[in-house]
């Protein structure tokens, strides 16, 4: 257990609102990440964060935005939704200040947008 | 884009057996990593192999990495119905600070009680 909690596990919106998922861990973990899972897909990556303040966009970024402006919080926001940004959204991160690569996930959140 | 991807989708096998995964993957990599996902649960890091190693050894489960064929797998010895989940491999081509993995879609495997 990573100390990692996504919130809200589940959500249902409409077209066109704004969304935002918290992501929080408890350990200091300096790199945090943000995936999508579709059936058919997999896991594909949207955005992570290497530090406060420091993110960078993944293979599907294109819709969302993140913000980390502390250690304990990754936020995944959706301006405007689609309906093609129906998953199931997963935090990860990897131990520790360093890079390993090895990720823990969180429990998932899973969004509906009507 | 997907850089590994499984074989089979899916599979089905009787308690007691072992069972067999493949992946492969397209460009040179840091390293391979195998997931286990139960279902509704998130990920769960399984075995890690480095690209200079060839087989790794984690309880029941056995990895060997071919980077000549560009492949691994992962053999479960010994199943149990609680191994019934969702296996994906994930691979990783930069060491260090920008780290990223790429998954597959993953395999689903049912052992049958």
């Known amino acids: 257990d990573a100390g990692i909690t996504q919130s809200p596990r589940h959500k249902v919106t409409e077209t066109g609102t704004p969304v935002t998922l918290r992501c929080h861990q408890t350990e200091n973990h300096r790199y945090m990440y943000w995936y999508r899972q579709d059936p058919g897909h997999g896991l594909r990556l949207i955005h992570y964060s290497y530090g406060v303040k420091d993110t960078d966009k993944g293979e599907v970024s294109d819709g969302y935005s993140v913000s980390r402006s502390k250690t304990e919080d990754f936020l995944l926001t959706l301006e405007s939704a689609t309906s093609s940004q129906t998953s199931v959204y997963f935090c990860a991160i990897t131990p520790g200040l360093v890079n390993t690569g090895e990720l823990f996930f969180g429990e998932g959140s899973r969004l509906t947008v009507l | 884009s997907q850089q590994g991807e499984e074989d089979p989708q899916a599979l089905s096998i009787q308690e007691g057996e072992n069972a067999t995964m493949n992946c492969s993957y397209k460009?040179?990599?840091?390293?391979l990593q195998w997931y286990r996902q139960n279902s509704g649960r998130g990920l769960v890091h399984l075995i890690l192999i480095r690209s200079n190693e060839r087989e790794k050894h984690s309880g029941r489960l056995r990895v060997t990495l071919d980077t000549s064929k560009k492949s691994s797998s992962l053999l479960i010895t010994a199943s149990r119905a609680a191994d019934t989940a969702s296996y994906f491999c994930?691979?990783?081509?930069?060491?260090?600070?920008?780290?990223?993995?790429?998954f597959g879609k993953g395999i689903t495997l049912s052992v049958r009680p």
């Open positions: 460009t040179s990599i840091n390293n």
């Open positions: 994930a691979t990783d081509a930069i060491a260090g600070a920008n780290s990223k993995l790429t």
